[in-house]
Nanobody, 125 residues
Framework: QVQLVESGGGLVQAGGSLGLSCAAS????????MAWFRQAPGKGREFVAG????????TYADSVKGRFSISRDNAKNTVYLQMNMLKPEDTAVYHC??????????????????WGQGTQVTVSS
């Protein structure tokens, strides 16, 4: 049974930082590209950041470029999202997602094979 378990969310003031982790089990982690998506109340799920299965390629939404950083440790089956200079508009539930490595794009919410349950990030102004 595949499980993706996020941790590290919480409440932070604008301008602050948070680090999220997503621990994967039940799958061959190094065969999957990994991504973070987020969903704010009343909005659809949107792509935040993605990292290739090998760890050598990353991609970011324009809204977080320069502030967020995605990384992975294939030995620990874990993907990370470091979020700096947080803004109130970053408030959302953040989900990690696993996408089979041959799928060309990571940014479409219909592409992931597996999803985590999400962790809440709240940024106060």
């Amino acid at each position: 049974q595949v499980q993706l378990v996020e941790s590290g969310g919480g409440l932070v003031q604008a301008g602050g930082s948070l680090g999220l982790s997503c621990a994967a089990s039940g799958l061959t982690f190094s065969s999957y590209n990994m991504a973070w998506f987020r969903q704010a109340p009343g909005k659809g799920r949107e792509f935040v950041a993605g990292i290739k299965w090998s760890g050598d390629t990353t991609t970011y939404a324009d809204s977080v470029k320069g502030r967020f950083s995605i990384s992975r440790d294939n030995a620990k089956n874990t993907v990370y999202l470091q979020m700096n200079m947080l803004k109130p508009e970053d408030t959302a539930v953040y989900h990690c997602a696993a996408i089979w490595k041959t799928i060309a794009t990571m940014v479409r919410p219909e592409n992931p094979n597996f999803w985590g349950q999400g962790t809440q990030v709240t940024v106060s102004s």
